[in-house]
């Protein structure tokens, strides 16, 4: 199993950034896929979580309404469309495939590694 995020980088407040995970050495269709990010000093927090059965999707609340999670099977890659960037959005983005989205953050197996995300002006 290989997951390699992509796609981050530095922007303004206010502004959109998209994040690619490529995942390889297992068919994405059958698993769940999440995001997760973790800034300086504080806990992991999963922004996002998508079904393999039926697509729905899951958002922390801080990130509602502003971050969209996609999943293109085809190319074995899920995305993580984020607007509205806030400085408290800066992190280090991780994907990880989690056994369900039901699954606790501590109990996860597989992850990649992470794209930073800077929100500053």
């Known amino acids: 199993v290989q997951l390699q995020a992509s796609g981050g980088g530095l922007v303004q407040p206010g502004g959109s950034l998209r994040l690619s995970c490529a995942a390889s050495?297992?068919?994405?269709?059958?698993?769940?896929m999440s995001w997760f990010r973790q800034a300086p000093g504080k806990e992991r927090e999963v922004v996002s979580c998508?079904?393999?059965?039926?697509?729905?999707?899951y958002y922390a609340d801080s990130v509602q309404g502003r971050f969209t999670i996609s999943r293109d099977n085809l190319k074995n890659t899920v995305y993580l469309q984020m607007n509205s960037l806030k400085p408290e959005d800066t992190a280090v983005y991780y994907c990880a495939r989690p056994l369900g989205c039901w699954q606790s953050i501590d109990r996860y197996d597989y992850w990649g590694q992470g794209t930073q995300v800077t929100v500053s002006s």
């Open positions: 998508i079904e393999s059965s039926d697509g729905t999707t």
């Open positions: 050495g297992f068919t994405l269709d059958y698993y769940a």
